[in-house]
């Protein structure tokens, strides 16, 4: 609200105040004595509303005053606005026009300090060509000037050595004949050397091959060093969880009611050789075939081993002429490659240490046993389950676990809960094919002759 306005209604308030104030005097009680007259004499006043519309015409006249001063002010401060934007257009385009130019400027000048710099290195290149061409013209002189000093030398010496001459000719015989003397014993010397390089080439091929032969013993030693000394039991249980290769077996045939009948088993076991067959062991009870009589006739066998993400098929399984029970797997050496890993050697000594280390190929269990000789089953160790070790998990001895002697080397496996049957090589009592029709084969009759010979064997291998 403007200031003047403000001023003029607080005035009219006031006067309003005061006109409000003498009516209630006369408004006292009659029987109140009148107060002395006095007569004052004053302007008549003036109406209080037509004093506020002279001050609102003359405040809505002073904003009317601004309102129009300020619109001047506005109009004023437009103009001013608008020729200092042309002013600053006009400005803009005079530095772009002048950056233009400095443009083009520094571009004549890039391009002519570019084609300074290939002159300079241009002159640059012929006066190092001409530093060359000097040094070598130069060096030229002066073998020249050395070459010309050499000549006047020998010129002055070839003057000299006419006077010299004969003196020379008796001094070169007395020489030649000196050489002929030194030159005979120079022959008889490389004679000598000769017969002493003789010598040493013999004592030379002497000490190589005393060398082979240490290098052999060593190697021997180095052998039967690591064939004495005994592994520690989580070292073999490492090595087989390492080089261990999944078995999966899978037997079909058609039943009485012709219908597709198959049995699929999978166990771990590990790749062993005897020197020339390398093959894959485990116990008939993780395989889909039983030896029983009468026996299954299977259509249809199928398998594979598998290590990592490499998994090659299974062509044939036999069974071990010592003990059916045990079946072998053989492997190829290209698929034995293939599935890498360890290729663990048949213990050549199965009686060296007392005691062995037995893992549970499918249970993963692992510990320390003690086996015993016994007579009676030559081809067999006796497990001491009263000096029982277990090393990891829930150590429960049976038939099928692997058995490896302390120097890391595969003992054997389990035929029972009992007895291990020592392995000694490649020997099998019956053999089947894999992806091959069976049906006349007679897998039955095969299953049923080898159950004889296991019932054949002693109660306490059965």
Known sequence: MNRSILIVICDFLLLSLLT????????????????????VATNTPVSAGNDLAAVMKLALEQERQNTRRLQEQLAAARQSAA???????????ARQEANARLQQQLAAAQTNLEDLQRRLQDTFARAQQAQQQLQHQAAEAQHQAELAAT???????????????????????GQLQ???TRERAASEKAALLQQEAAAARAENARLAESFQTLATNATQLAQTLRANTPLAPNAIFNGFVSNRVAVSILA??????AQDTTRNKNTETVLATDGTNIFAVCHVQDTPLTLWDPGTDWDRLSGTLTRGAVQVPIHSLAFDAQDPRVVLLPVSPDAARQLGGKIYRLSSDPYKFQDAVLVGANEGYYGECNFQIDERTPSYVKLDRSLLRGLFGKFNPSRGDLVFSRTGELLGIMVNDTYCLTLRGFAAAATLAFDQDLRSRHTGETLAQLYDTVFQLPPRLQ
């Open 151 to 173: 000549l006047r030398r020998q010129l002055d010496e070839l003057a000299r050595s006419n006077q010299l001459a004969q003196a020379e000719k008796q001094q070169l015989l």
């Open 252 to 257: 079909a045939r058609t039943s009485f009611f």
């Open 83 to 93: 020729r200092q934007q042309t002013q600053w257009q006009e400005q803009l385009a």
């Open 178 to 180: 000196l050489a002929e």
């Open 20 to 39: 409000f104030s003498t009516d209630i005097n006369h408004m006292a009680d009659e029987n109140t004595r009148p107060p002395t007259t006095v007569v």
